[in-house]
């Protein structure tokens, strides 16, 4: 491991990192532009330089490995300069070179108070310019309707053009032109169609590419910023929501290296405008056809009318995909008190059972685990659409030229070639028989992983398809001492919570097929929806429909009652990913007009109906929660599966129809209540369905 | 150099001739599987040449989708280099040398004559024979000062001479490239005038040895 002196201190560091690594780790700050620790190094930008002992000229400090340092001739240690009166004149030349041709526009510009060149300028840069020329002018370009491009503030590090590249795996930015007259351009102005395309405004470290919808709206120092939990998919990725007084104003990610590492998906950052527009903010109930507002106490009254002469067995409650697990919790309870055993979390009808095992149903490996794993094969799953983020990870994997990646299911750019073994069950039958010459790389690689996806298990013959996964899994050593590379990934941020607390059909009860069947049937007489949208609400038949949630979507159409929840930046709230990692939203905003959180509707409707539910707090109910399923307490943490057995999991059903897996995500930007009513959702769905015409979107 | 970009007014499609696609692929061959896009320089000049000396967009399409590169990747080398023209040139293309040695003999003059002639910089003529750029140095500067003509130099110009040269082009008379003040490639104007009496020994003896050889010595006569 390299020894090296920084300003005076010696330290060792790791082989194979560069020098500006070595400085941070050092405690010395460098300033830099072009360089981001998570894409390739481009050293276009010259800030960081800094003075090597021996080289004649100040060395670009990310680019340059601490291995190729030499020592001096008596062998001392090389001796690395970063406050030297030789590094400031040149961070203060290159400053004065980048101010050159940037705007003074700073009052104007969003990136105005978080940019590291006004930042920089300040700490590193002189008070005034040299320059008495023109300054270039450049023009702006269209890149779609997400990210709002002044080009001329430009100053060429390529950050975006790198992300795009390498993470995003969208080849549509590049630098064209060059020395003065570069720029940062698409392929004839065309929109990039990528769905972490936003990442760039953050990327971007001047104010050249900042957020199109947010342009103008606020200044980041009005901004209160609440640390949180983003529920468009089960990955669970970290957000900070920055709201203005009542107003959700942005979305933007937090560092999560094991989940989302610093990206989100343009669904999680641009979903705020849908918080605002379609909301429930007052309690509705169905009068000869029609929903008029009414007060708490009627909506509840009307509610307990209806229930108090049903039976409990004729009583139905569905979880929506968004739902927290305080209010599933609090509903499993009512549901109980009520007599009722027909509750369901699994709106798609997901055949899992969680009877089998936790394992059964969680991410296993971990979402880091795709960084260890040399074989991968996706089953019935399109990971861009379900996961965007993981699906970045997987594209990293697969460029290190480690991974192999198979795939079952519906065809699709997923960003990374894949052997495609076929389109239903059968083919993973093939598979798992080892019929399939893609048995071989499973069998052969160190590392094999499978992900089992939403389609896969929503089939008609999902439960064949999990048996048949986990034999497969079994048969190629997926699972050994520390790796278990079985994995489910969800689509639902509320699911795994819901299956670790079991808001499942009880002994008897109806599963979401069985509960849609029978209300058709007029067998049931009320169904509670608790934020459920995506089932077809004319299955309900004439039952007499509750729906908790917050925006006038499928369900609120057809509720009969309409009590007005909080969205998950209103509420604190745990979501559990995919991997089973319990995590809390934080409250950013309160509820609009009389919406309510959804756990204490649930406890306000319980004393209505006579069956008060026992606590009055969150706290309470988390307590509760907690004391019923502690590893949910751990806030942050995978509790693994530590009974784990492939076995119990290979023993079920083995029929399954000849159908292929549908598409488990149809419209990427229109997956939920909230997405369903964002404008820029609608409009960014209407350009991928422009694109795929033509065949050559995602969905391929 | 001023900002590059496509021209404007673009033909429905290009494609290779067989000839030319042959060659291409026998390009391409040159590089290891999956590093096919190394082509991308001698495919875009190959379609330059073909199609009159500028760059159409459809051609930048049909070589990034015979590399397999992504159409922005092939944008940016089109771009960058200046070399690859994106607009319509004229039938003779005149690359004039701007540079100081060239500057300082004249060239000035020159522009004064394209202007003239021709018109302004990038402009093609209304009978589509003649267009002119100022480029920098074409490493001809013993010559100077100096233009290209297509693939040719013609060098050592003055206002009258080139005023003429142009005309001849036009109107299709022939012309010789190379030095156009009578000198022979760079060698002293007016005639040698050293080595005038044949008894430099060493240098004489060396000349000879290489003959001897027979070796052709460049511009000896």
Redesign the interface.
């Known amino acids: 491991m390299p020894k090296l002196i920084i300003d005076g201190a010696e330290i060792e560091v790791e082989n194979g990192i560069t020098l500006i690594q070595a400085c941070e780790q050092a405690g010395v700050e460098i300033p830099r532009f072009c360089y981001h620790e998570r894409l390739s190094i481009a050293g276009n930008c010259r800030m960081c330089l800094v003075e090597v002992k021996g080289m004649p000229k100040p060395i670009a400090s990310c680019a340059l490995g601490v291995n190729d340092l030499r020592p001096g001739p008596n062998g001392e240690l090389p001796e690395i300069h970063t406050k030297s009166p030789t590094v400031k004149k040149a961070r203060e030349g290159v400053m004065e070179f980048l101010l050159i041709n940037h705007p003074l526009d700073c009052p104007i510009c969003d990136q105005g108070g978080e940019c590291d060149l006004q930042d920089q300028a300040m700490a590193y840069g002189v008070d005034g310019s040299r320059f008495t020329e023109n300054k270039r002018a450049v023009e702006d370009k269209n890149i779609g309707p997400l990210i709002k491009t002044i080009m001329t503030r430009c100053i060429h590090c390529t950050r975006c053009v790198r992300f795009m590249t390498e993470v995003a795996g969208v ?11 570069a ?1 940062i ?4 102005e065309r929109g990039m169609m990528s769905e972490m395309s936003g990442n760039v405004i953050d990327l971007c470290p001047v104010g050249a590419l900042t957020s199109k919808p947010y342009a103008f709206a606020a200044r980041p120092w009005e901004l209160r910023k609440t640390e949180s939990i983003d529920v468009m998919d089960a990955m669970g990725a970290n957000i900070r929501v920055d709201t203005r007084g009542r107003e959700v104003m942005r979305i933007l990610p937090r560092n999560h290296d094991d989940i989302n590492e610093e990206w989100i998906s343009d669904k999680s950052r641009f979903i705020w405008d849908g918080l605002r527009t379609q909301r429930l903010d007052q309690p509705l109930i169905r009068v000869r056809g029609k929903l008029r507002p009414a007060s708490w106490d009627e909506a509840f009254g009307a509610i307990a009318r209806k229930l108090k002469r049903t039976k409990g067995a004729r009583i139905a409650a569905l979880a929506g995909d968004l739902a927290g697990a305080e209010e599933m919790f609090a509903l499993k309870d009512l549901m109980k008190r009520l007599g009722s055993p027909n509750i369901d979390c699994r709106q798609d009808g997901a055949a899992i059972n969680p009877a089998r095992g936790r394992g059964g149903y969680l991410f296993n490996s971990g979402l880091g685990g795709i960084d260890e794993a040399d074989a991968l094969l996706l089953i019935g799953c399109n990971p861009r659409a379900e996961a965007t983020v993981l699906n970045a990870r997987i594209r990293r994997r697969w460029r290190t030229r480690q991974l192999k990646v198979g795939l079952i299911g519906r065809e699709a750019d997923l960003s990374y070639r894949y052997d495609y073994i076929g389109a239903g069950p059968q083919s993973l039958a093939d598979v798992a028989s080892g019929k399939h010459a893609f048995a071989k790389v499973l069998k052969s690689a160190k590392r094999p992983m499978l992900i089992l996806g939403a389609a896969a298990l929503a089939h008609t013959g999902g439960g064949a398809v999990m048996t048949l996964a986990a034999r497969l899994a079994g048969m190629t050593g997926m699972v050994s001492g520390t790796w278990n590379g079985f994995n489910v990934l969800h689509h639902a941020a509320s699911r795994v919570a819901g299956l670790d607390m079991g808001f499942l059909p009880a002994a008897g009860g109806l599963d979401t097929q069985a509960i849609l069947k029978n209300a058709k049937a007029g067998k049931l007489d009320a169904v509670f929806l608790l934020g459920a949208d995506e089932i077809d609400m004319t299955s309900l038949g004439s039952a007499f429909v509750i729906y908790q949630g917050t925006h006038g979507d499928a369900g609120a159409h057809r509720a009969d009652v309409i009590l007005p929840g909080a969205a998950y930046t209103e509420k604190s709230a745990i979501y559990v990913n995919t991997e089973g990692r319990p995590q809390m939203t934080g409250q950013a905003a309160f509820p609009p007009g009389d919406a309510r959180e959804d756990w204490s509707i649930i406890r306000a409707l319980s004393a209505v109906l006579g069956k008060t539910l026992d606590w009055d707090t969150l706290s309470e109910v988390r307590g509760a929660i907690f004391a019923a399923h502690p590893h949910l307490a751990l806030i942050d943490e995978v509790v693994p599966d530590e009974n784990f057995d492939l076995n119990k999991l290979s023993r079920g059903p083995s029929r399954f129809g000849k159908q292929p897996f549908r598409r488990a995500v149809d419209q990427f930007y229109l997956t939920n209540p909230i997405a369903r009513a964002s404008a820029i959702m609608g409009e960014l769905s209407a350009m991928m369905a422009d694109e795929t015409s033509g065949a050559t979107g995602t969905d391929g | ?4 970009r ?1 021209d404007p007014i673009q033909p429905e499609n290009f494609q290779f001739s067989a000839a030319n696609l042959k060659w291409a692929k026998a390009q391409v061959k040159k590089y290891p599987p999956g590093k096919q896009a190394s082509a991308v320089i001698p495919l875009l000049w190959r379609a330059q040449e073909q199609h009159d000396g500028w760059l159409p ?1 459809p051609a930048l399409r049909a070589v990034a989708e015979m590399l397999d590169m ?4 092939v ?2 080398v089109a ?2 280099y200046t070399m690859y023209n994106l607009s319509p040139v004229g039938k003779y293309f005149v690359q004039l040398c701007g540079t100081t040695p060239c500057w300082l003999r004249g060239a000035d003059d020159l522009k004064e004559v394209c202007r003239h002639v021709i018109g302004e910089q990038n402009q093609v003529t209304e009978d589509g024979m003649l267009s002119w750029l100022e480029v920098e140095c074409l490493g001809a500067c013993t010559n100077a000062p100096m233009v290209q003509i297509n693939k040719d130099y013609f060098e050592d110009l003055d206002a009258k001479g080139f005023e003429k040269l142009l005309t001849d082009l036009r109107e299709g008379r022939e012309v010789k490239p190379g030095p156009q003040n009578g000198r022979q490639f760079s060698c002293p104007e007016g005639g040698a005038t050293t080595l005038l009496n044949g008894s430099a020994p060493s240098v004489a003896k060396r000349v000879t040895k290489t003959k001897a050889k027979g070796k052709p010595q460049r511009g000896g006569k």
């Open positions: 080849e549509e930015l590049g630098l064209a032109g060059r020395g003065e007259d720029e351009t698409t392929y004839l | 150099m001023s900002v590059r496509l967009e992504a159409y922005i990747r944008y940016e771009t960058f």
